[in-house]
């Protein structure tokens, strides 16, 4: 009586029957190569090069010029319109890009960006409504699906913004 045992078929991702003593000769130059996940993640990084990328900037901000963010807001009042979400990319070129909003941990909206070059600049925007309060946290994904970055902004009512300064700096641009 044959025992059979199983081989994970990298190109196929398949599962195939084989003999028990071909599955021990077999396996071992297979798990090398053998992906046992169809989690993309995994796919990328295994590609020959891939550079996961940097985030050199990244800011919320109240508006956009040439590019640029005008500011940097840590904290802002939930009836203000719209809040924008700046980021400078590094060695992420040809990948895709994403920005993942979320409102005290529940994610609301996912932007995702082409990258064409070694350097790219993107942003992203939210209209704001009256009961979004709380924390907001844009995380920054690569193509591997990886947070690369995340960056946090504290949405108040107007009755908390008056008793508290809202701080806001110039954004610092890189050079």
């Known amino acids: 009586m ?4 199983y081989v994970l078929l990298t190109a196929s991702f398949m599962i195939a029957p084989v ?21 993309t993640t995994a796919t ?6 891939f550079n996961p990328g940097t985030v050199a900037r990244s800011v919320f901000t109240s508006s956009i010029d040439n590019r640029e963010p005008v500011d940097t807001l840590q904290q802002m009042n939930a ?3 719209k809040v924008y979400f700046f980021t400078e990319l590094r060695d992420m070129e040809d ?17 995702a960006f082409e990258v064409k070059g070694p ?4 942003w992203s925007s939210k209209n ?12 920054v994904l690569n193509s ?22 809202t701080p806001t700096e110039p954004a610092k641009p890189s050079i």
């Open 128 to 139: 704001m409504q009256p009961q979004w309060v709380g924390e907001w946290k844009v995380s």
């Open 119 to 122: 350097r790219w600049r993107v």
């Open 144 to 165: 591997a699906n990886e947070v690369i970055s995340e960056t946090s902004l504290n949405v108040t009512t107007a009755t908390e913004v008056d008793t508290e300064s």
């Open 19 to 39: 003999n028990a003593q071909e599955a021990q000769s077999e396996t071992a130059p297979l798990t090398t190569q053998a992906v046992e996940t169809t989690d």
């Open 95 to 111: 990948q895709t890009a994403t920005h993942r909003w979320e409102l005290n941990g529940e994610v609301m909206a996912e932007v």
């Open 79 to 81: 009836l203000e319109q």
């Open 44 to 49: 990328v990084q295994e590609q020959s090069g």
């Open 2 to 5: 044959k025992t059979l045992g």
